[in-house]
């Protein structure tokens, strides 16, 4: 299963957005600061924006679903259980996993945005689609629960799992890195080889490289887990 990105153009008044590349099974990450054109590309991955030219290809893809940047924008219930079940889902599981048991008669209104983003991240994920587009899936959350959503997110498995984030502190496991720039899309290759021209790698990534470590030794869930000790 795969998505190919063939001479994709994109413009929308200055802004123009181009990217090429293939989307393989695993998990990638599209890294790039504000406004660089990923919750766009993100929106052309899903189909929910035509491109110019060029044209995006899915092969062997049965099933694919966007989570969109803003959680709120994904609520159609009044109830949490609602909710849940308008995925498909049954509400016990999805409340376990997003640490919400004894929330489901609640108004999702009334979940902070990080429950809410905790919520619907679950679902997602949950759902298991073949394709997995995830537009800024830590904002919002403190450094334990982005751990959380990290963790959610590797124990996926299969399919394509594609994260749009700008995030540079806490990240999941994840098999190749992009960068998104100025509406540009770069392929950064396969970790661990990506990492030394990762323009946007986390500030520890880059003093370990400094320091002399080898890319094949960083491990980024150590990494992780340190930062997270440090701030608490
Ligand atoms: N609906 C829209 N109409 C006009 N311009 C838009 C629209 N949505 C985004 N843009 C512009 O397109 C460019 C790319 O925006 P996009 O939201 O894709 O960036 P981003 O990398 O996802 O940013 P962020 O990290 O803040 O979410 C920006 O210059 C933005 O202002």
Same mark, same amino acid.
Request: charged fraction near 25%.
């Given at each position: ?17 181009? =990217?090429s590349?293939?989307?393989g099974e ?5 890294s790039?600061?504000?406004? =660089? ?5 993100a ?7 035509r491109?110019?030219?060029g044209?995006?290809r ?7 679903l ?6 709120e924008h994904?609520i159609?219930c009044? +109830?949490?259980?609602?909710e849940?079940?308008?995925? =498909?889902l049954?509400?016990?599981d ?8 004894g929330?489901g008669?609640?108004d999702?209104?009334h ?5 809410l983003r905790?919520?619907?991240l679950? !679902?997602?994920?949950?759902?298991n689609p073949d394709l997995?587009v995830l537009d ?6 403190? !450094?334990v ?15 394509i ?6 995030e ?10 992009w ?6 899309? +770069?392929a950064r290759?396969s970790?661990?080889?990506a ?6 790698a986390?500030p520890?990534l ?5 320091e002399g ?7 980024l869930s150590?990494?992780r887990?340190a930062?997270?000790r440090?701030r608490?």
């Amino acid at each position: 299963m795969r998505v190919d990105l063939e001479g994709l153009v994109f413009a929308r008044g200055p802004f123009t957005l181009r =990217g090429s590349g293939t989307f393989g099974e695993g998990v990638h990450l599209v890294s790039g600061p504000v406004g =660089g054109g990923k919750s766009t590309l993100a929106l052309l991955l899903a189909g929910l924006l035509r491109p110019e030219s060029g044209a995006v290809r899915r092969h062997g893809v049965s099933s694919a679903l966007l989570l969109l940047q803003f959680p709120e924008h994904h609520i159609t219930c009044p +109830t949490v259980a609602g909710e849940v079940r308008s995925w =498909g889902l049954a509400p016990e599981d999805v409340l376990l996993r997003a640490d919400l048991l004894g929330r489901g008669d609640d108004d999702p209104f009334h979940l902070s945005r990080g429950e809410l983003r905790r919520l619907t991240l679950a !679902c997602a994920v949950m759902q298991n689609p073949d394709l997995l587009v995830l537009d800024e899936p830590f904002s919002s959350l403190d !450094c334990v629960a982005k751990g959380e959503a990290c963790w959610m997110i590797e124990e996926r498995g299969a399919g394509i799992t594609i994260i749009f984030s700008h995030e540079r502190a806490v990240l999941p496991r994840v098999d190749a890195i992009w960068e998104m720039e100025d509406g540009v899309l +770069t392929a950064r290759g396969s970790v661990p080889d990506a990492i030394p021209s990762w323009r946007h790698a986390p500030p520890y990534l880059r003093y370990a490289l400094r320091e002399g470590a080898r890319p094949e030794n960083i491990r980024l869930s150590d990494a992780r887990e340190a930062l997270c000790r440090i701030r608490g």
